[in-house]
């Protein structure tokens, strides 16, 4: 996204000042745990919004890498859920995007997938799925 940033400050001023620089296609969760299952096989619960803050506050402890979010998801869940659906309009940005020398546009789920999981397994975040220790991308 920044490249793109970068590439349309290329060109010329626009008429349109407001860009909604967001993803070119929507993905949730629930995509990337499904993606992550089926290129990784890595399983995964999955829980309705109020159960998953249930789960987080039960689980969830000051050793844990999502713990300093801990009080904004408690604080702050209703109104997540509130914007699960919504979605901003990005047809100016990609245009001007793609009129701009360099602009792209994103790559599929599987390969931002594919970093993720590569990047965190290469820095020690996550083992290999059990039973599944050298499964290689799809």
């Not at 008429?15 to 929507?26: K, Q």
């Not at 009080?71 to 009129?99: G, L, P, Q, T, W």
């Not at 701009?100 to 790559?107: S, Y």
């Amino acid at each position: 996204m920044a490249d793109n940033i970068a590439a349309i400050f290329q060109l010329p001023p626009a008429d349109v000042r407001t860009f909604h620089i967001t993803a070119d296609r929507y993905y949730n969760l629930a995509d990337v745990a499904r993606t992550m299952t089926r290129l990784y096989g890595y399983q995964f619960s999955y829980y309705n919004i109020p159960d998953f803050v249930a789960k987080m506050n039960e689980h969830c402890t000051k050793n844990d890498p999502i713990y300093p979010l801990l009080d904004f998801v408690n604080r702050s869940h209703e109104k997540i859920a509130a914007m699960r659906d919504k979605r901003y309009n990005n047809d100016r940005y990609r245009a001007i995007r793609d009129a701009a020398p360099g602009g792209v546009g994103d790559p599929p789920l599987d390969a931002i997938v594919t970093f993720i999981v590569e990047y965190m397994r290469r820095e020690g975040l996550i083992d290999a799925a059990p039973g599944r220790p050298d499964v290689e991308k799809a």
